[in-house]
């Protein structure tokens, strides 16, 4: 059987052999339309060509590695789609992860082996993800190479991020709830100094001051992310007197422990009480009864949007280093399930 060449693929695509070493070597500072580079990929694809790796990486000076390190993001199933997101963004430019999953709270120097590691294997940049959003601190040995943070800012502002729009996605939230006719609304939050716990926060209080709902500090209570005991907050604040008609939870798990305080203090979601949480965890929120109405964090597009400026940094793009500036907010779309209805008297 022949073996299929370049020019087999400039030939399928009707481009210039030169045009098709450009696309498929991801070539920096030349000027191929998109609609002419997925010409390209997709006549490459479909004959089974592919760069000579080894080869590229000595012409190039580059792998066509991409370094990922995870924040136990490798063992969550919900964060996990910023690797598939990552990997599908990756696959398009024909570049491969290479994935190590570190642990959450490791030390500097378990950090910096772990950046080694990737560094060893000749990577050509490196995304490092956490667990949930906050600031960290990069090891030392990560600066020169090309990198971006996704659900993490850099302390130094120096690496580009990407993070979720923690307080669009609480406006939605709770103006999901303002609408529905509900203005004693209850807010479950954790009281870690992430930036997560003060945005959403935030996102509440603007809702409620954009309505002109009065600020109740009684209807907010908070608990350790560790635990987040959700259903003994919630089983407080319902046993009120005066207790709020819904409840927004900072996420799905502790919305989960309010709807077994509901059922236990004979309240039926939503006729008595309205929900939404955050986190859009599926194996929780669409398996609550009812489904839980829930703000979905964009982990997909989040890998992919890391993956797709790793390639501009790649390349030398300088204009792509400003987005250290400030972080990238990704939209937070709200996910509308059952757990919310009109208010009826207590």
Not at 302 to 327: N, Q, S, Y
Request: aromatic content about 4%.
């Amino acid at each position: 059987m022949k073996s299929v060449g370049i020019r087999d693929v400039a030939e399928r695509a009707g481009v210039s052999v030169t045009t098709v070493s450009h696309v498929l070597n991801d070539t920096p500072h030349t000027r191929v339309a998109e609609e002419t580079r997925v010409r390209v990929r997709d006549a490459a694809r479909s004959l089974g060509y592919g760069p000579n790796r080894m080869a590229q990486a000595l012409r190039t000076n580059r792998s066509g590695l991409i370094g990922l390190l995870s924040e136990e993001i490798a063992t969550t199933p919900h964060a996990g789609r910023i690797i598939l997101g990552a990997q599908d963004a990756a696959r398009e430019h024909d570049l491969t992860l290479v994935i190590i999953n570190t642990e959450r709270e490791a030390e500097g120097s378990a950090h910096r082996n772990d950046v080694q590691a990737l560094i060893d294997r000749q990577v050509d940049a490196i995304l490092y993800a956490t667990m949930y959003h906050r600031q960290v601190s990069l090891p030392p040995n990560m600066q020169g190479l090309p990198a971006v943070l996704i659900d993490s800012t850099d302390r130094a502002g120096i690496v580009p991020a990407v993070v979720p729009d923690e307080v669009g996605g609480a406006i939605a939230a709770v103006t999901h709830l303002v609408e529905a006719g509900h203005t004693r609304i209850g807010f479950l939050n954790n009281d870690d100094d992430v930036p997560a716990t003060h945005l959403r926060f935030a996102g509440y209080r603007q809702v409620l001051g954009e309505h002109g709902i009065p600020f109740d500090e009684s209807l907010v209570a908070s608990s350790p992310s560790e635990t987040l005991p959700g259903y003994a907050l919630a089983r407080e604040m319902l046993s009120r007197d005066d207790r709020p008609t819904a409840l927004f939870c900072y996420n799905d798990r502790m919305a989960m422990g309010a709807y077994r305080a509901a059922a236990e203090l004979g309240l039926e979601i939503p006729r008595d009480l309205s929900i939404v949480g955050f986190d859009n965890q599926e194996l929780i929120a669409a398996n609550l009864f009812p489904g839980l109405t829930t703000v979905a964090l964009p982990h997909y597009e989040m890998g992919a949007w890391a993956v797709e400026t790793l390639v501009h940094l790649i390349h030398g793009e300088a204009e792509f280093r400003l987005l250290a500036d400030k972080p990238t907010l990704l939209h937070c779309p709200l996910v509308i399930r059952d757990s919310v209805a009109e208010p009826r008297a207590n």
